[in-house]
């Protein structure tokens, strides 16, 4: 086992590689590490194949919408060699609560090289935002320079946090332009990409671009899919570790997978941290207490916005409170496709945790309330009347938090998560 205060320098290289093989900390960018969501992929690939159709990704947040986005154009088609020019020219934009149309539209064209001669074989001298006057741009003008650079190049352009973009008029001059972009079958794709429940709440502005906008959904992922980011990572490392390889048992594997409650970037964080433990440990096998290691890695790592928030919820003058118990039982509570839950749902949880028969909904329902209150950092967010309430965590990435940080604090016995999965 090696020294912990004077590791060798093979540990060091086996880290980095551990480090690479997963992407906790940003969207995907590289084919190679994406894993699952092949419904989704073949949704994207069918919508730059029809033309005049355009696409919207959706979903909660941290469900990996702008990964997908990313790599559509990568999906489609790769080149190996560095003189030959891809094939799709893929600019790529991210609203904020400041952006409206027209400085949307010139970031777009800023990202488009203009070239001096062809398009496949010129020299790019500059982008077409340097082109473009003073005037505010508008549909017309959008809809005629996208079809100048759509004739030499292919395009797919991504307009990423979407539902960042409170304007109203930008938001209409958005679904006007799509549906001209639609209407005169300009040879150019775009994909908004924003945080929501429903398409409408992006596009409810213009309601006849629906049909020609393909609708794709980033649920939570499958466990099979997690599973996969989890091999995949594993095999990564694998090939480029010379002296050393990585394997993980059904029991770290189902346990990572509990843990990352479907979110992608969990389910990278947590495999990389596992992978850091074994290989400081010097053990080629990955198993739960490496996970465990993990959980108290990543714990530590939070971020200040997420301690904070869990700060608020739970904190209470009260040395027998238990607010932070509830709050674990709302983060393993069972959930629809859209991330709530309803007081039931809670109930088995809570009871497990204190070790007492079924708990009645009236012992906790205060407890719900406050979580959605600005006291209480509004970790929760609800929807529904008196007798339909329904809840979920308003930061998608907080319910692994909780649970990760009360297994890692001791507050709760590993065996109340009772992954219904086969353990090595």
């Known amino acids: 086992m090696a020294n912990e205060e004077n590791p060798p320098s093979s540990i060091y290289n086996r880290i980095a590689i551990a480090g690479g093989a997963f992407s906790p900390s940003a969207p995907i960018s590289r084919v190679t590490l994406f894993a699952g969501r092949h419904q989704q992929v073949m949704r994207s690939i069918d919508v730059v194949y029809r033309r005049g159709q355009h696409g919207i990704i959706f979903g909660e947040r941290g469900v990996g919408k702008t990964s997908m986005a990313n ?65 505010k741009l508008d549909p017309g003008t959008v809809q005629n320079l996208l079809e100048a650079i759509s004739s030499q190049r292919d395009l797919i352009i991504v307009i990423d946090e979407f539902d960042r973009l409170r304007d109203t008029k930008s938001r209409r001059l958005m679904a006007d332009t799509l549906k001209t972009l639609s209407d005169h079958s300009i040879d150019a794709t775009i994909f908004l990409v924003g945080v929501a429940d ?62 990352a409650r479907g979110l992608p970037h969990y389910a990278h964080l947590l495999a990389q941290k596992a992978c850091y ?88 329902s205060n407890h719900l309330e406050e979580f959605c209150e600005s006291k209480r950092g509004t970790v929760l967010e609800k929807r529904g009347g008196k007798n339909r309430l329904r809840y979920r965590f308003t930061d998608s990435l907080m319910a692994p938090y909780v649970i990760m940080r009360a297994l890692a604090e001791g507050k709760i016995d590993p065996n109340v998560l009772n992954p219904s999965r086969p353990t090595a």
């Open 71 to 135: 790599l559509i154009a990568d999906f489609i088609s790769r080149s190996d060699k560095v003189d030959v020019p891809p094939r799709f020219l893929t600019p790529r934009v991210n609203c904020t609560a400041s952006s409206d149309y027209d400085s949307i539209w010139r970031e777009v064209f800023g990202r488009i090289p203009y070239f001096e001669n062809s398009g496949e074989t010129g020299l790019a001298i500059g982008n077409f935002a340097s082109k473009l006057n003073d005037k």
């Open 198 to 259: 429903t398409v409408d709440q992006l596009i409810a502005e213009h309601q006849s671009v629906a049909r020609s906008m393909m609708q794709i959904q980033m649920q939570r992922m499958e466990d099979d899919e997690i599973k996969e980011i989890v091999q995949k990572g594993l095999d990564r490392f694998n090939s480029q570790s010379e002296d050393f390889r990585l394997r993980a048992t059904d029991e770290a594997v189902a346990w990572i997978t509990t843990l």
């Open 277 to 364: 433990a074994a290989i400081q440990g010097e053990q080629p096998e990955i198993s739960l207490n490496h996970v465990m290691q993990g959980v108290s890695s990543a714990h530590d790592e939070a971020h200040q916005s997420t301690l904070s928030s869990y700060g608020a919820a739970v904190y209470s003058a009260h040395k027998n409170a238990t607010l932070a118990e509830t709050l674990v039982a709302c983060a393993l509570a069972d959930t629809d496709s859209l991330g709530f839950f309803a007081p039931r749902d809670v109930q088995k949880p809570l009871s497990r945790i204190r070790k007492k028969k079924m708990l009645q909904i009236a012992s906790f």
